[in-house]
């Protein structure tokens, strides 16, 4: 609960009164407990706001998970693109952008992550079987 409050701080505020005005495309926080998303309408937002984040969390003694922080272009992918990564998992969702049904535009998918899932149903499956009752 501290934890959530001192983010609030030193991440939400900062970013919503100093950082957000700063770039030029859009750009927006998603952010739960002590887990965060960034999104950038231009790449080269993306590399600016690391070496700031970078900077401001470490002020603070804070730091990023390397293993946890990825790039990822979530814009619907074009014919000369080649970018590999076009996912990303937040919160235990995979989340992706699609054609919608007609291809004329596009649309945000969140699927329940398929790691997660397999686990939950595992754990559940283990449960009805040690506490289900044998046949007579």
Do not use: C
Not at 6 to 29: M, S
Not at 32 to 41: G, K, R
Not at 78 to 100: C, D, P, V, W
């Amino acid at each position: 609960m501290l934890a959530n409050i001192y983010l609030h701080y030193v991440l939400d505020l900062w970013f919503e009164k100093k950082i957000k005005q700063q770039f030029n495309g859009r750009a927006n926080l998603v952010r739960y407990a002590d887990d965060f998303a960034l999104f950038f309408n231009k790449a080269s937002d993306v590399t600016t706001m690391q070496t700031l984040l970078m900077a401001r969390l470490a002020q603070f003694g804070l730091s990023i998970s390397e293993k946890k922080t990825h790039q990822t272009h979530l814009g619907l992918q074009s014919q000369s693109e080649t970018h590999k990564r076009r996912r990303m998992t937040f919160l235990g969702f995979t989340i992706y952008r699609a054609k919608n049904r007609s291809g004329t535009g596009g649309k945000t998918v969140f699927v329940t992550d398929s790691l997660r899932y397999g686990r939950a149903k595992a754990a559940i499956k283990a449960k009805i079987s040690t506490n289900s009752t044998p046949p007579p």
